[in-house]
């Protein structure tokens, strides 16, 4: 299987990150091929909705970082989302490349690919991830894309905070039972 592992996070070695290589480790020793794009890293214009792009029969009009990763959306028959919890929601970084999804909109939808989420935050409140979850499964339902399970990380403030949990070993296990 193909997939795309995006993160969010501006934090290299942060919480998320551990999350997404975890995950990552256990999708390759379970034979899956792995492209990863790390959002806070890549030069990723956001969405204008100029409709230029006619949602995939036209370029965009953005010459960036997305025009590697359209592509390896196409072909991916999962995605794997990874972001920090920034106030109820996923990171700005993340959320720009999701928007950008616009683009090719029409040959993403539909199209029974799988997806995950892994989510790290700092607050400990079973809702706090609602909001996250509510918006993940939404863009699902819209994309007709299958989820495969989640890894809400809460309490981890910082990555020894992360690294004291089995949320790790939860995010290796999603990528291996995958």
Not at 37 to 42: L, N
Request: with cysteine; hydrophobic share 35%; charged share 25%.
């Amino acid at each position: 299987m193909k997939i795309v592992v995006l993160t969010g996070s501006p934090h290299k070695v942060g919480t998320s990150s551990l999350l997404a290589d975890s995950f990552i480790d256990g999708a390759k020793e379970a034979g899956h091929e792995i492209y990863r794009f790390d959002a806070a890293f890549e030069k990723v214009h956001p969405c204008i909705a100029c409709d230029k792009c006619k949602c995939g029969e036209n370029p965009c009009v953005f010459q960036d970082s997305m025009t590697k990763l359209f592509p390896q959306l196409r072909e991916a028959d999962m995605i794997a989302f990874v972001t920090p919890l920034y106030f109820y929601g996923p990171s700005s970084q993340i959320k720009a490349v999701i928007d950008r999804f616009y683009g090719i909109n029409n040959l993403l939808r539909g199209t029974d690919k799988k997806a995950v989420l892994l989510v790290s935050g700092t607050n400990n409140r079973d809702w706090a991830m609602h909001g996250i979850v509510g918006n993940y499964t939404e863009a699902l339902q819209y994309l007709r894309w299958q989820d495969c399970g989640k890894v809400l990380a809460k309490s981890c403030r910082t990555r020894e905070d992360i690294e004291k949990t089995d949320y790790p070993e939860q995010a290796y296990q999603l990528g291996k039972m995958v």
